[in-house]
């Protein structure tokens, strides 16, 4: 009895405990669940950076990533916006614990054709691979300066900055007219002179200076206060905020320039009623034109500098109304008469510009009337246009303005933007430095050519390769290397032809285009080939080596009769015998004789 006692309370306890631990493992469950989830953070420094350096070298930008989360993460590193060659010593920040930082280095290359005061700018963007919205990113630019000059150093430029802005009041309400004051501190190293601040929004419209302040010089670490005044516009009705969008401009003791772009916030007093209860009014927005360029295009590429092209444009009414009278500018319009409703230009690059000095019309001028388009309705608008000769290689924004009215007869004005590729490609000929004389077939011909820059720039040509269908080439692939203008490279190839006839060479040079793009370059160069000519007995024999035939057996009278012509000059050598037979011909009518 006292072993069944045992064993009866041993299996009690078994069976508690299982059930105890189960419980517990679903409390601590419980409380993992209920646990908050982690945040996700990312901090990226420096956020902005800007080095000078020499054209044909490489800049490096050295940024740290830090996990501002509460858990571990791993982070995604891109760039965008460069037109230099720029890349990543890692695309990747794995593994980051919370606070710990991780180093990444980012290469610019200077183009060899860059000239003083080039730049680009590459952005720089770090998200987290676990939540899409923790994201930093930075601008790094990168300038040019002269091959002999020492970069000037960074700190020594101004920063100009919005610190503070106010109204002067906090019941702004629509229609209402206020002074915006607005405090610019220069937080460089240098003084900023021709400080402009341009004061841009369709919330609020500039009075008195026209929304343009000027400052003559701002020293480093001194501040100033600007005031413009301004008018709340009545569309702000029922709104709780609007924006003002301030371009700041100036130039340091070089005389480079600096563009700054801040939006101001204003909150806005939303109007009460106090009385009875009223419907509320649904809002309603007037049917307006929106006039967008669906896509465009050149009908030569790749365009270089003196090229004349036409450029088509598939334009589209993607508003809610008809666009009346349309006219294009190229170039961008003044703005003159434009309804203040109008949005500024959305998308696209910002400050294109406004003047045609890279691309210039022809056979007519920018101004181009179109007609009426109707809603949803397409046209396409073609203008010809020739490349600045004195244009340099690059990317280059060119603004387009439609100006048209509306159904309610407001003059509209919607701005496009697009973006025009400029090339100098290469201007090379492959010919013979030398006549090369006449090529036979089964047997080996020089090759002896040239590659010539009749360009007016330098270039760096790659590998030239000779070929040719039905031939063998030896010694056709050579590196070519820079070539001056006007400077010449020769290869001496070696051909040998199977066929007789017209055959072509075919000759392809690689290089690297402004955009860092592999290109080639194919030239053919026809040349005839003749059959090799059938040697005569006399020349057989001389090339198998064998004894001339020996001369005939000569009579006395012969010899005598050589003798007189060599004494008048006349050939006295004497004839030789055919190897073989002579052909004996029967005389007409008489039978040969026998033997």
Known sequence: MKRLGAILLAGMLLLIFPLQAAAQGMERQAGRLAAPLAAAGVELTPASAEKWERPDTVVAYTMTIRNSGSDADTYNIAISGNVWNSWLSTSQAAGLAAGASATFTVFVAVPASANTGDSDTVTVTVTSATAPNPSASAALTTRAVPPTATPPAAVTRPLVVVQSYSTGTDSLTAGQEFTLSVNLANLGQGAASNVLAAFESSDFLPRDTGGVQAVTSLAAGTNINLSQPMTASRDLVGKSLGTITTRISYLDSAGT?????????????????????????????????????????????????????????????????????????????????????????????????SSLDNFAPLDRSNVVFLGDLATGGNLLASQKLIVNVNTQPGAYPLKISFVYNDSRGSSVVDDQIITLLVYTLPNIEVSFYREPGAFFANQPNPLPLQVTNLGRKATVLGNMKVSAPGAEIQNGVSLVGALEPGGYFTVDAEIIPTLAGVLELEISINY??????????????????????????????????????????????????????????????????????LPVEPLPGKPLPPG
């Not at 080939?529 to 080596?545: D, F, H, I, K, W």
């Not at 064998?546 to 005598?560: D, H, M, R, S």
């Open 512 to 581: 690297t285009d402004d955009f860092n793009q592999a290109r080639t370059i194919t030239q053919k160069l026809p040349i005839v080939v003749q059959e090799m000519p059938t040697p005569s007995p006399e020349e057989l024999a001389m090339m198998s080596g064998a004894e001339p035939l020996p001369a005939a057996n000569e009579t006395f009278w012969q010899k005598v009769v050589r003798f007189f012509k060599g004494l008048i000059g006349l050939d006295s050598a004497a004839e030789t015998t055919p190897s073989g037979p």
């Open 257 to 353: 320039s600096y563009s700054e772009t801040f939006t101001l916030t204003i909150n806005l007093k939303t109007a009460s009623y106090s009385g009875p209860a009223r419907p509320t009014a649904t809002p309603t927005t007037a049917p307006r034109p929106k006039l967008i360029i669906n896509s465009y295009k050149t009908d030569v590429d790749p365009l270089q500098p003196g090229t004349v092209f036409n450029l088509e444009l598939d334009v589209q009414n993607q508003g809610n109304a008809e666009a009346r009278g349309v006219t294009m500018v190229l170039g961008g319009s003044s703005g003159g008469g434009v309804d203040s409703s109008t949005p500024g230009p959305s998308g696209g690059v910002q400050g294109g510009s």
